[in-house]
């Protein structure tokens, strides 16, 4: 599994911007993907964005338009650009990686890395 290290979040208020940024920390593994989850308090963990190694990004459609995944390979390290944030976007957001490949990546088990979580707060 690979170590992962996220920083930023915050509290914004409500159409403000945040940007997270995660990086692999140890051992590099190949990442065939990285993604974003967020999980609110009572909530399930919930997919946000993700993006393969090679290919397009792709997002919930609770987040399309205002939130964008980018990933920088030669760095192995993973953004968040996240805009217009509305209050039911508090969270804390989690980072993820695959280091195996799979058909798709959109649920929890399509993951065997993961960051310690950064809290991000937007307040209305």
């Known amino acids: 599994q690979q170590q992962l290290v996220e920083s930023g979040g915050g509290l914004v208020q409500a159409g403000g911007s945040l940007r997270l940024s995660c990086a692999p920390s140890g051992r590099i593994f190949i990442l065939y993907a990285m993604g974003w989850f967020r999980q609110a308090p009572g909530k399930e963990r919930e997919f946000v964005a993700a993006i393969r190694r090679t290919g397009d990004p792709y997002y919930a459609d609770s987040v399309k338009g205002r939130l964008t995944i980018s990933r920088d390979n030669a760095k192995n390290t993973l953004y968040l650009q996240m805009n217009s944030l509305k209050p039911e976007d508090t969270a804390v957001y989690y980072c993820?990686?695959?280091?195996?490949?799979?058909?798709?990546?959109?649920?929890?088990?399509?993951?065997?890395?993961w960051g310690q979580g950064t809290q991000a707060t937007v307040s209305s």
């Open positions: 993820a990686a695959a280091t195996k490949i799979r058909s798709d990546y959109y649920a929890v088990d399509d993951f065997n890395s």
